[in-house]
């Protein structure tokens, strides 16, 4: 009994001169192997030893594919991270497989407002590569190391999506959803792997959702966010709210969305007339713009119009690499 309260790993067997039923019993719920009765022969002390090396060589042989099962499953984690967001993104989990693989996972997430936010190594303005041909194994390393440095952070879930693509969904405890900490952090981030590793990030922060399963629209806010840095420039952190209010648009006071929506809804005459409209109103206005600003708002009319392309083609850095780095410039200069 005391070696059972102690959870000893001991192999016991009862030799015993007392025949109660009760004393059996309680030898056999202690763990005993068996319980014999004397007086013995040696034939009975020989099969309770064989008993026993069978039930022992049972025991490790259990405890060792324990051992591997835990390391396969150690191995395989990560997969299962990225099957997670996988699925809370596109909507397939619903409210019981998602409260269970958080606790699987130890996901920070719960039923509180998130933001979600991309971040992207940028290749182009990185200086890691060295021409060896070896930028696939230092992305990977890197999207190492910021999953490392972001367990550190407080209420932080990290999701590695590609070599250089990573999310991070914020879920602040105190349900208090200041995008001020979550900048914070993600600044640090940023400033450390810049001066370690000569890396730029540019990250995207979507608006809040009120619900880790709506994490599909914070990554589509989000991944609009980051499209920005075409406009802005590479290596900075694009909130999405912060954007929808950008000083261009109020410089001008003229809301580029109507022209997006006919370009959307494939109305090309009127999104030919409001641009027309918007150029007159630019001629007539006699020098009150900057070129710089005027060129700006352009590239941002250009831009949102990516978005939606993105939305009906899906990923266009395909696209990108095909045809040059450098879309905007091109199509300015024609």
């Avoid at 009760?22 to 005993?32: D, N, P, T, V, W």
């Avoid at 182009?124 to 021409?131: H, K, L, M, Q, V």
């Avoid at 972001?150 to 349900?175: G, H, K, M, Q, R």
Wanted: hydrophobic share 40%; aromatic share 8%; with cysteine.
């Amino acid at each position: 009994k005391a070696l059972y309260k102690r959870r000893e790993k001991i192999l016991v067997g009862i030799l015993s001169g007392y025949d109660e039923f009760e004393y059996l019993q309680a030898a056999l719920s202690y763990g005993a192997v068996d319980y014999i009765l004397k007086p013995v022969k040696r034939s009975d002390i020989v099969k309770l030893y064989y008993k026993m090396v069978r039930r022992l060589k049972s025991r490790r042989t259990l405890e060792n594919e324990l051992a591997e099962a835990r390391c396969r499953l150690d191995e395989i984690k990560p997969y299962i991270r990225q099957r997670c967001y996988s699925d809370l993104i596109s909507g397939r989990l619903n409210r019981e497989s998602f409260e269970n693989i958080c606790s699987f996972l130890g996901l920070h997430m719960r039923c509180a407002p998130i933001r979600l936010a991309l971040i992207e190594i940028d290749e182009n303005e990185s200086g890691f590569a060295d021409g060896s041909g070896e930028e696939s194994l230092s992305l990977f390393a890197l999207t190492e190391i910021m999953e490392g440095i972001i367990s550190e952070y407080e209420d932080c879930d990290f999701f590695s999506l590609s070599n250089n693509t990573a999310a991070v969904i914020w879920c602040p405890a105190d349900n208090v959803n200041d995008i001020k900490r979550l900048n914070t952090h993600l600044e640090l981030l940023a400033d450390e792997l810049s001066e370690l590793y000569k890396a730029v990030l540019n990250i995207g922060i979507s608006d809040p959702v009120e619900s880790p399963l709506e994490a599909g629209k914070a990554e589509l806010s989000a991944r609009e966010a980051i499209r920005y840095k075409l406009l802005y420039g590479a290596g900075q952190i694009f909130v999405s709210e912060t954007l929808r209010n950008c000083d261009i648009e109020q410089e001008f006071q003229f809301d580029t969305s109507e022209i997006i929506e006919s370009i959307w809804l494939n109305d090309v005459e009127r999104a030919k007339n409001l641009i027309t409209h918007f150029s007159s109103r630019i001629r007539q206005s006699r020098g009150r713009y900057r070129l710089t600003s005027i060129q700006l708002l352009c590239q941002k009319l250009l831009i949102d119009c990516l978005i939606i392309l993105e939305k009906e083609c899906d990923d266009l850095d395909e696209w990108y690499r095909k045809r040059g780095n450098d879309i905007l410039a091109t199509n300015f200069q024609n």
